[in-house]
């Protein structure tokens, strides 16, 4: 995997801090991760001026495979490597011992695609957040990714889940925070292609899924579909298709349909995330632009996230 490459070679030097056990407190069960558990818990004077933080801890069951144990190490290396609002920090690592701790920033207001889902109001289809508050979660994680794509990092794996809010309040930030080389096997998000790994093929370019070629122009693409999942309140991609399906539809240019009542300066950046040739697709700074144009347009502004009615699908 060529982003373990991207560690090793270029920053071997940056040890990861490693936090006495005792100063860290476990309070509560946050989620199940496809390796382990994310618990909320308290750090301990980590710093003079702080006494108590919270934190978010990820955690490694002891009896883990090897693999399970360097991706979990690949993990905490990978998120000290950028400083960034718009990515989770990692504060620090408890590897000594097991079990084996990374704690991280804690984002209370749970993941993206849970946030969007539950803001539906029941029934009559509008929604509780207005154009301007998706737009800017939108700006938040082009931000995150365009600060990947300045260190080089390729994520493979943008999408909603895979992003976490600071509250679910109006002032709420959205984060990258998931960079976990394993995938939940039992999420139907993933396809097990060749009997090999577990891939976001609904996230996926052409290029990536036929050819394993992933480059930031992937990321450009996978955030396309976030945006996708933005403007429908957390649909599943490709209503009703199966991940084999969506391979030999998106293969033959088949794409997504743009959210129904979806102002057309949104639903164009969408459209060019997703051209077939990987080079032609905009670069995260080009997508901040064309986002900052959406958020001065008051067509846009206006417009009202109507829900798509898919029939039979898990919307
Ligand atoms: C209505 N309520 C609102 C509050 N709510 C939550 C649900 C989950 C969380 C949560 O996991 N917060 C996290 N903070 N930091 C990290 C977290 C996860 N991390 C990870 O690294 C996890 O692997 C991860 C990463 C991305 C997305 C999900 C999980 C790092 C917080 C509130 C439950 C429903």
Redesign the pocket.
């Known amino acids: 995997n060529p982003n373990y490459d991207f560690i090793t070679a270029k920053y071997p030097e940056q040890q990861l801090r490693e936090i006495p056990r005792n100063k860290l407190t476990l309070t509560r069960l ?2 199940q ?1 496809a390796f382990g558990e ?1 618990y909320e818990g308290s750090l301990k004077n980590l710093c003079a001026n702080v006494k108590e933080l919270p934190v ?1 801890v ?1 955690t490694l069951p002891a009896l883990s495979m090897d693999q399970a144990e360097k991706d979990f190490l690949m993990e905490a290396v990978i998120i000290s490597k950028f400083m960034h609002k718009n990515v ?1 920090k990692c504060l620090g690592v408890c590897f000594e011992e097991h079990p084996r701790y990374i704690i ?8 993206l695609r ?1 946030f969007l889902r539950d803001s539906r109001t029941k029934g009559d289809h509008a929604c509780t957040l207005s154009m301007e508050e998706l737009l800017k979660l939108a700006l938040d994680i082009a931000n995150g990714c365009r600060h990947l794509e300045e260190k080089h990092f390729v994520h493979r794996d943008v999408a909603a ?4 809010l600071t509250s ?1 309040g109006p002032e709420r930030i959205a984060k990258i ?2 960079f ?1 080389m394993s995938r939940d096997i039992y999420s139907s998000d993933y396809y097990r292609k060749g009997g090999k790994a577990m891939l976001p093929i609904k996230w996926m370019p052409p290029e990536a899924f036929l050819d394993g070629v992933f480059t930031s122009k992937t990321d450009t693409w996978s955030y396309g579909v976030l945006l996708w999942e933005i403007f429908t309140l957390g649909y599943m991609p490709y209503p009703g298709q199966t991940n084999s399906d969506v391979m030999h539809f998106v293969a033959s240019g088949g794409r997504l349909d743009p959210p129904d009542k979806c102002p057309a300066r949104l639903s164009k950046i969408m459209i060019m995330c997703w051209n077939s040739v990987a080079d032609i697709r905009p670069s995260f700074s080009e997508i901040i632009e064309l986002l900052d144009m959406c958020l001065q347009d008051d067509e846009v502004l206006n417009a009202n996230v109507s829900l798509c009615h898919y029939p039979m699908s898990d919307c």
């Open positions: 946050l989620g991760g994310v978010a990820k989770v991280l920033e804690l984002l209370e207001g749970g993941d849970t889940r895979n992003c976490l679910r925070a998931d976990g």
